[in-house]
């Protein structure tokens, strides 16, 4: 009598080719979820590490493992880093105090001698801008200074000849023509009022003509709409910008 074989009996388990499959999966989606949790940055958290990086460094904290050849050079050069953040900070603090000080004495002057309604001072981002009225320097569609206004470009240039910032004069006016022998249109008019005002704080306080720059807008820049008697003499002004040291020449022009 012939014996029937049995069957061998299958393994134990999950297939072999299953558990392969298991982990495929299983690294897919940790990659997926890897790239999910990569895209959800916090912008503004990811922004002040990066300042971080920009402002310190992070071998100054960390030194090498590896002894340096000269420790003593190297401490030097941090010190000095150091030192030099601190002169930057310190000369950025003496110039920003420099112009609140011109600000705040043309400012009382202009309180002492009741001209607050002709002549504007503040402070922007540009710097320190003196706006003037065109009854405070000229008579009307000239650009010859008048003896009045002496008093006042007096005080500036004598606070100007205590710091070195750059100076901006500027000139503008309404939009009515002008057709003279001397002034064809507002654009010579305006340029040649800048550049008296310059040539007054070059020749009268003996200051350095590299320091400024005399610019000409004619009406291109009005600050009120050209409707009114009012809104005409607000337009035709002179404006003196005493530069924040953050700007340069460039900046100026631009601006």
Known sequence: MKLKRRPPKPPKGAPQWMVTFSDLVTLILVFFILLFSMSQI???????????????????????????????????????????????????????????????????????NGLDDVIVANRTERGVVLVLEEKVLFDTGEATIVNSSNAFLDKVGGLLSNMPNLVKVEGHTDNRPISTFRYPSNWELSTARASSVVRYFIDKHQLDSERFIAVGYGDTRPIVANDSDENYKKNRRVEIVISDPKYDKDDLTSN
Request: hydrophobic share 30%; proline share 4%.
């Open 42 to 112: 916090d912008i503004v958290k990811f922004k002040a590490i990066a300042e971080s990086f920009n402002q310190r460094v992070v071998f100054d904290f960390y030194p090498s493992i590896i002894p340096a050849e000269n420790p003593s050079d190297m401490k030097k050069n941090i010190e000095n880093q150091s030192d030099q953040k601190e002169n930057e900070k310190s000369q950025a603090e003496k110039e920003e105090e420099s112009l609140q000080n011109l600000l705040t004495e043309v400012q009382s002057f202009l309180d002492k």
